[in-house]
């Protein structure tokens, strides 16, 4: 019995074919759908991130993301349950099922990515370690901490980082640890430390919210690291890692493309531009790539407005927390924000 060689074209022919398949739903996502609710991750109160109000109500990007995710999955922004955890358990409670994404300011690191069980996805927030003192201290920058009690969050790359930056500079830093956020604010704004550190927006955020007058402290120049945030989810479903990844990404691709949460609907009756199409679904249906259906973008642009709209809203210049967009400008307006096409 002789077997012929397949031919190029037909090789060909079979792998596009391959790539044209719907994409299987997952586990993740048939769990979803089966209680109709995303159970996500978050803060415990970390205003303009994640932050509930005095009726319950969740707010912030890591929110936003989060909102984006189910309406782009179950047609509803508002089908979220939120889940407030701290730093030690963040990753526990996503690796045990407790959750199905972590949206918390969750900085991206290779031991994280590569020994926990879990996937990284896309940044949303490109950020920095900080310092923040109080004016009366008369300190102006970071190296003048030698010597200093500095506090800080427990089970934290902030912590890590402290340790580090202090060896480095030979500052001798003293660092007062707590495992809960809030014992940290009330150590630094007791004066039990001169110095509290941890991502430069988490700064701004606990100096507008916590500080009895906000002037009365500044947020020292230098950035000790880098700081990627963004979501996480377990390892193992490749199907809903690519649906919280693109959904990211889709955020900043309708930036990009002006498409905003005003101007959907008249955009997909009426827009010839072939990429406004694709991101909306009224060409190309890339849902079905995803195991969703071709509008999965639209909703989740509509519910939340672009990248550009949540960041505005939560943490932006006119926000509360007065933010300058910086490195997460889009690519081709000063920053680093970049996504890939979809197409």
Known sequence: MTFKPLSTL????????????????GKTLDGIKARGQVICGVH??????????????????????????????LGDGDKVKYVPLVAQARFTALQSGEVDMLSRNTTFTLTRDASLGLSQTAVVYYDGQGFMVPVKSKIKSAKQLKGQTVCVQSGTTTE?????????????????????????????????????????????????????NPADHVILPELISKEPLGPMVRRGDDEWTAIVKWTVYGLLEAEENGVTSANVDDLKANSKDPVVGRILGSTDDTGKLLGLDKEW?????????????????????????????GLNNLWNKGGIQYAPPIR
Do not use: M
């Not at 912030?60 to 999955?73: E, L, M």
């Not at 973008?297 to 967009?325: C, H, M, W």
């Open 10 to 25: 037909a090789i060909a022919v079979a792998a596009l074919g391959a790539l044209a398949l719907p994409a299987h739903a």
């Open 44 to 73: 415990t109160g970390l205003a303009g991130f994640s932050a509930a109000d005095s009726n319950g109500k969740w707010t912030g990007i890591d929110v936003d993301i989060c909102r984006a995710v189910a309406a782009a999955t």
């Open 160 to 212: 890590k980082n402290l340790t580090d930056y202090s060896k480095a500079n030979g500052l001798n830093v003293k660092p007062v640890v707590f495992e809960k956020l809030d014992a940290v604010e009330g150590a630094y704004f007791s004066g039990r430390c001169i110095a509290y550190t941890t991502d430069a927006s988490g700064l701004a955020s606990v100096r507008n919210k916590s500080a009895k």
């Open 297 to 325: 973008l639209a909703r989740a642009v509509k519910t939340t407005g672009n990248y550009g709209e949540i960041f505005e809203r939560n943490v932006g210049p006119k926000s509360d927390l007065q933010l300058p967009r």
